[in-house]
């Protein structure tokens, strides 16, 4: 019996049709179910919805259950969502599921059940906690302070400054924002400041207990801190140069003892050489002038055997503070 063109053709192109891949838009799985589920920063008609989510998901598809039935309730992505025209005083209990394009939705996450506030929020956040000073020079100081807590959420801190024996607000930053650098300030003076943190509703905090620093003197050289850190055979050596003169320093030279044998993996912040038992740290090529109440932090790091770690520093022959 004759085979038509087809009948031949129709075996080879059932073969290759198995051999071709799968359609890109197939199902290629299960999505995991979201994870750490939290209803946060809860208000009367707000909250915060977060999510730790499958990274394969396009959407969040968000229930909630009402006596007993599920119903769809909002839509979100990227692990978070902003709640809002929420009822005062009023129980949700929500759940989450995953979805996107080729692939099978996720199973519900476990529910999280929170409560509206009854009205708005009149509690104001805790006091802010005790400040700590870094990088102090004539001019400019940096300050960091503990957080606040708060019945909602905390969105932001008032920075003050005791000036003429009053309170004045020098900067206002948001909840981030508790790493804050003063400058313009003035040689060898002492300054006291505290926190007051606030909330979306404008509930102020009371002030944290007041923090003073003093300004580095006016010198007629620029000073600097050494700090060597030991883990033998390795060594860490950091110099940090400080201006307290009136004018800009450059071209300056820090030098140290370091035995011939000890190695040099990595050097930061200025240009590094050796002769003998002798290293030196001179400005960086892209420049290194260091303006008045500025700092500049160099060093290097290496091993040594036997150890032998970095000593004597000295900045323009005159000798660095250990640290």
Known sequence: MKRTLLQFLAPLTAALLALAPASATAATGTLDAPTNVQAVHVA????DLWWNGDARSDEAVIE?????????????????????????????????????AGYTASPPSAPVTFTTLTGPDTVAPSAPGSMLFSSITTTAVSLLWAESTDN??????????????????????DAFSRFQRVTGLSA??????????????????????????TTLAATAAPTCQAQIILFSPGFLATVTITNTTAAPVSGWAVRFNLA??????NSFGGTLTRAGNTGTISPPAWGGTISPGGQL????????????PPESFTLNGTPCTVV
């Open 44 to 47: 009367d008609t707000t909250a």
């Open 152 to 173: 909602v959420e905390v969105t932001g801190y008032h920075l003050q400054q005791l000036v003429g024996g009053a309170w004045t607000t020098i900067r206002t930053v």
């Open 64 to 100: 909630r259950n009402v006596g007993g039935a599920w119903s769809p309730f909002a839509r979100g992505a990227f692990g978070a969502l902003h709640l809002t025209g929420l009822h005062p005083g009023t129980g949700y209990t929500l759940r989450i599921s995953l979805v996107a």
């Open 297 to 308: 932090t160099a060093g290097f790091s290496g091993t040594a055997t036997p150890f032998t």
């Open 188 to 213: 060898g003076t002492s300054y006291t400041f505290a926190v007051l943190a606030f909330d979306a509703r404008g509930n102020t905090s009371a002030r944290s207990a007041p923090a003073t620093v």
């Open 260 to 265: 011939a044998t000890a190695s040099v993996s």
